[in-house]
């Protein structure tokens, strides 16, 4: 199983997972990306209150493998990292959508 317990380990695991290093952080719109890719950003904080105060602290992060054709490969293998959950699907300019979301 992999351990994640930062965001740079997130990006080894999408790296290993893609079989490239087609992974970008929230990158700017001017980056010409090459397919298949991935793209992650940061979501939101997942907060977990006890005893009236913040007991535990997780990133959320959005997960997005865009590909020229259907992949159902990758998006299985995504689904076997820890606290990872498929959202939903689109196509947009001819490029197959997957969004995950993952907690870290």
Do not use: W
């Amino acid at each position: 199983m992999v351990d994640l317990v930062n965001r740079e380990d997130l990006k080894k695991a999408l790296r290993t997972i893609l079989g490239s290093n087609e992974v970008y952080f929230q990158p700017p719109e001017s980056l010409k990306l090459k397919y298949p890719c991935i793209i992650y950003e940061l979501g939101n904080y997942n907060l977990i209150h006890a005893s009236n105060g913040k007991h535990h602290i997780s990133d959320q992060y959005n997960i997005t493998l865009i590909t020229k054709l259907p992949d159902e490969t990758i998006g299985k293998a995504l689904l076997e990292l820890p606290m990872c959950s498929f959202n939903r699907s689109f196509i947009n300019d001819g490029l197959y959508h997957y969004v995950f979301t993952i907690y870290i």
